[in-house]
């Protein structure tokens, strides 16, 4: 019945099987095509230099020999690079001699022009055999005795060909199954679901006496079944043309096997299929509407393609802890089977790896469609904190890839202070100014945008100070574990130090705005927002914001001490309820640790950890502790 | 009164609303319906009947309160609940791809239908919905009436004591809604228990042995359509429902 569908045999089968060979033989012949025409034209190179002219000479010699491809060699003083760019000259060869006794000579081309990639290829071949007859004609004439077999290095291959040619094919077999897969299961599964939710045939189903689990089973087996028949057409195409040659030499030997290699091959393919429908069907259990599953799909594709690359990595074997990476094992294994070396232990260790990630996606749709708001019509939800509780991870995880992005390419063309403030007010502070507006979170409430007490006015800065001796020590410690290098620190420092930068504006740049945006930012709107997710509360929304915060310190070193102070600011926020503490908290710390780099304040013991003492840290600790401890309100007794 | 084919007993249900906070759907529900019975649940849109039928059918939970399809609770025992209930909404849709027959073998052997007595029944079920002429047609081909006849054999091609209708009429024309009726009163004349959700006073008025009124998630009143009138001194079921429910408002 599934079959019936006209949508899902042409998609799944047919379409591939007949684009497939078309794709194979036209792309074969375009390149056979290419290779003719460029191997038909004669390749102009122009040599030029000051090289004496026996080198002039020699090296005009032999680019010019005859050979697969003629060259015409034409002499030119000072020729004008343009000549490339239009393709009249495909190779400019320089020799010339500077003081050294030896020329140097230097082959200019286009990689991205056919006929000068060929050219600049065939004219470095000859000159390698020019270079080395010369080396030998010095040395014997130097009186060394010279046989030419002595200076062979032989290398044998000992695969046969057809392990060669199973191993070739087996490095991209899964990829290309799996693509096939996703292509196959995503015709049957991506509509299943949330389309018949949008056809009210799900309701009637699960008004039906079978059980969730029976539902998601028997779907997720269609799906698999179309994925897996589709991979069956293609894999009978491919066999067809290797087998026949029906499109010439395109696949230039023969996959050979028998039970004992097919039964692996059984055993990494299923699973995948298995994989690849329960992910196509989770997505389209979690989705609203056709439309939306249909928006997933792309991101599918890069979970299930991106295991599958495991065979193009040197030195990764089919063996040890990568079986236990779903399908990146099993693709492994593909590969080793084709190569004629099936290892069954091996594949079934990946194949129960994979499975094992199949059954937990499984239940995810069950989960997904055993909520009772599966049936409800999709509506717009109208914005509100709560929603912005809900999305606060997906909005800071958009915001995170804008940031590294911008970041990196605006160190290429921008000084560090216009990336911080790039960074700081249009990446940071204005999505989280619109969302607080947009989600209506509430100023005195969920922002906590009011003055402190005046204890914590008091305690805050000493906090910080304590705070980042704390800190110092956490960073030492995660060294031992995450090794920074002296080079990333040092680089570190240099961007986050100019040298051409007054100490006022260094403390404006990266004490204060950082501590009044990124606290709005991370403790206002997300920390705020985090803490009215049902069952969160504000232990919950510190640690969750820390560790976002944390992450948004880049570099893999600073991200574990970030996010410890994170929680410290976290904690000041909430027991003081005010977000103006977390602010000057952030910006003093900042501002210590600029002033402890500065040689001449004598305050480097705050952020060295050489220099300070082993009873610091108890010391802050305890600092810290009865800070935030002085920062909670007395209990009122009324 | 007779047997309790369905029994609801103090049903809640509440959502979380992100904007509204905690909405009270329905507010302690009870009744009970017997085989040869039709209960309707009567009310305006959004009143609750919904979500009460919904939780009959175990597509979803109750907050608190139990309810019993033919002796199956609806959350210790969804499973046997649901093969108890034909259930059948506006909303509720089937496979276009599939034939009428084909939907009716389908859903038989989703509720349970044992295989040797399957094609019978979905024979005896052709017959007594009178579709045979278009048992092959594929649903996608099939007209608005056609199609809803189709969807009552498939709710009762299992044979359930009960059957639960939400709205079954909304969206039909005059005919094929007369039909339609006709069709659930021959239903509880061959003994089913059946539970009726409408907001139209004449399908109720027509084919229900018993109403609940309910509003804003809670049955105000409850009785046959004579006891409502007279309970509140109305010439009419509509005058009755404004009545009652403005009182209950007040």
Sequence with gaps: MLFRDRRTILVSMVLPAILMPILIFGSNRVSEMSEQAIASDSCVVILTGNAPDSVMESVGRAISAPGAAPVSLVGMDSPDRGMLDSDTVQAIVSARVHRKPVPEVVVHYREDLDRSRLAAGLVLDRLYALRDSVRLEILAGRGAVLMHDSSFVEIRDIASPEALYGYEVGTMAMLFAMIFLLSGVSVAALDSIAGERERGSLETLLASGISRSAVAGSKLAAACTVGLVSVLVQTGSFLIIERTGLLGDVFPGRITGSAVTYLPMLLQVLPSALFAGSMVLYASASSATFRQAQLKFLPLLVAGVVPTLAPLFPGLEGRGLITAVPVAGLSLCLRDTLAGRPDLPWTLAAAGSTLAASALISRAVVNAISREDILSPAADPVPCPALLARKAFLYSGIVWAVSVISSIQLERVADGRTVLLVNQLLILLLPALYAALRFGLPGTGALRLRLPRPTPLLVVIPCAAAGLILTTGLYELVSTVLPTGGRAVQSFGDAMLPGSVSMTELLLLYCILPGIVEEFVFRGVLMGSLGLRKGWGPAGAILASAVVFGMFHFLYFRIIPTAFIGVMVGIAVVRSDSLLTGMIWHASSNALALLAAHPSLGMDFLVNPATVPAAAYPAAFAAVFLGLLLMKPPLRRD | ?250
């Design chain 2, 1 to 250: 009164m007779p047997e309790a084919a369905v029994e609801a007993r103090h049903l809640c249900k509440s959502f979380f609303d992100d904007s509204r906070g905690e909405v009270k759907a329905v507010r302690d529900v009870s009744f009970r319906v017997g085989r040869g019975e039709v209960f309707g649940l009567l009310g305006v849109n959004g009143a609750g009947k919904t979500t009460t039928l919904r939780i009959l059918a175990t597509l979803m939970a109750p907050t608190s309160g139990s309810a019993a399809i033919d002796g199956h609770d609806v959350r210790d025992d969804p499973g046997g609940a649901r093969r108890s209930i034909g259930y059948l909404s506006s909303t509720t849709a089937l496979y276009p791809r599939l034939t009428a027959r084909e939907t009716l073998r389908f859903f038989a052997r989703m509720n349970g239908c044992p295989e040797d007595r399957l094609a019978a029944r979905v024979e005896e079920v052709i017959d007594t919905m009178a579709i045979g002429s278009y048992a092959d047609t594929r649903i996608e081909r099939l007209s608005t009436g056609m199609r809803q006849k189709v969807s009552i054999a498939r709710a009762i091609v299992h044979d359930p004591p009960v059957l639960v209708f939400d709205e079954p009429a909304a969206g039909l024309d005059v005919l094929n809604a007369h039909e339609m009726l006709s069709m659930i009163e021959k239903l509880r004349s061959e003994g089913h228990a059946i539970v009726f959700s409408t907001h139209v006073m004449s399908e109720a008025e027509r084919i229900c042995s018993r109403i609940a009124i309910i509003h804003e998630g809670g049955i105000l009143a409850e009785g046959t359509v004579d006891a409502l009138k007279s309970l509140a001194g109305a010439a009419t079921l509509e005058d009755a429902f404004v009545g009652i429910v403005g009182a209950g408002r007040a």
